[in-house]
């Protein structure tokens, strides 16, 4: 009940082109679902986040899909560059009552060919 | 603004040997403290969290434990480290200022922590 599955595990973007990359949870207790990008040797930072109040929140060339009834969110990188090339995890929290616990998918490895 | 510091950013110790990694936030007050482990190519798998001084919470039984000791101090320790422990050991922060719904985690840089 707490996974949240994350596909596909790697992908390859041509320069220019659109990243997405999905996540499915199952705790419908979930209310806050953020998105992370990590480089190699660093920690993950935040990337864009959503409630399931909003069915689509876009921040620069990354835009968050949200459907509630799926139980389905998804990341968007348009006109991806090589500087996107990175790891993406989603999440999912159900808020204080559990300690702000994030569940993460297991990742995304993106490269995006110059 | 806020900061997470972890260090050391990289340590090599032998099998048996004690561990200890810290973690210190600096320009919030009460927050949430979380150690993850990733392994290489990896999701963040949790291991504990702490929602005020000297209350830590274990997501995974294992040879690891944590302390809380200062409200912005969170420490990782073993007694004697098995090969298993290698990874890459992260600490994250939330606030937890009354606010119920969920919040962003922010992490630190990392310790790489290698066993021969």
């Known amino acids: 009940q707490q996974q949240v599955k994350q596909s596909p595990q790697s992908l390859i973007v041509q320069k220019g082109g659109i990243s997405i990359i999905n996540c499915a949870y199952e705790n419908t207790a979930f209310d806050y679902f953020p998105w992370y990008q990590q480089f190699p040797g660093k920690g993950p930072a935040l990337l864009i986040a959503i409630r399931p109040d909003v069915s689509e929140k876009k921040e620069g060339r990354f835009t968050i899909s949200f459907n509630k009834s799926a139980k389905q969110f998804s990341l968007h990188i348009m006109d991806s560059q090589p500087g996107d090339s990175a790891t993406y995890f989603c999440a999912a929290s159900s808020g204080e009552a559990a300690g702000n616990k994030l569940t993460f998918g297991g990742g995304t490895r993106v490269l995006v060919k110059p | 603004s806020q900061t997470i510091h972890q260090w050391p950013a990289t340590l090599v110790q032998p099998v048996g040997s004690p561990l200890s990694l810290e973690c210190t936030v600096e320009?919030?007050?009460?927050?949430?403290l979380y150690w993850y482990r990733q392994a290489a190519g990896r999701g963040l798998q949790l291991l504990f969290y702490?929602?005020?001084?000297?209350?830590i919470s274990s997501e995974v039984p294992q040879n690891l434990s944590a302390s809380r000791p200062q409200d912005r101090q969170f420490i990782l320790s073993s007694k004697k480290l098995l090969l298993s422990d290698s990874g890459f050991y992260l600490c994250?922060?939330?606030?937890?200022?009354?606010?119920?719904?969920?919040?962003?985690?922010?992490f630190g840089d990392g310790t790489r922590l290698s066993i021969l």
């Open positions: 994250a922060w939330s606030t937890r200022q009354g606010v119920n719904e969920g919040q962003p985690q922010h």
């Open positions: 320009g919030t007050s009460n927050p949430n």
């Open positions: 702490s929602v005020g001084i000297g209350q």
